[in-house]
Nanobody
């Protein structure tokens, strides 16, 4: 059964770093674009980053220069390296598998083939 599982979330201090993982099972991740989205309490889900099938990377302006997306097809896993995190980065982070990259959450919510269950990131002292 195809499945995406996020991991690596937790509590981190402002200015710190965290690496999230998105691991696939039941399908081959390299055949998909993998997007990262986040949703803070009371806010809409928003696109953060995307790794295309040919490993091109895309970022929301709010994380550009601080976050890095990468993929390890041998491990069937995509990573989101978060650096210089801010309190505004606090959210549940989700990964999704789609045919192409889009940071449009509304599109991804109806168009993605698979979604993970999310991992919580809290940036606080």
């Amino acid at each position: 059964q195809p499945r995406l599982v996020e991991s690596g979330g937790g509590l981190v201090q402002p200015g710190g770093s965290l690496r999230l993982s998105c691991s696939a099972s039941g399908f081959t991740l390299e055949h998909y674009a993998i997007g990262w989205f986040r949703q803070a309490p009371g806010k809409e889900r928003e696109g953060v980053s995307c790794s295309s099938r040919d490993a091109a990377a895309y970022y929301a302006d709010s994380v550009k220069g601080r976050f890095t997306v990468s993929r390890d097809n041998a491990k069937n896993t995509v990573y989101l390296q978060m650096s210089r995190v801010k309190p505004d980065d606090t959210a549940a982070y989700y990964c999704e598998a789609d045919k192409g990259c889009s940071l449009d959450a509304a599109y991804a919510l109806v168009g993605a083939d698979y979604w993970g269950q999310g991992t919580q990131v809290t940036v606080s002292t």
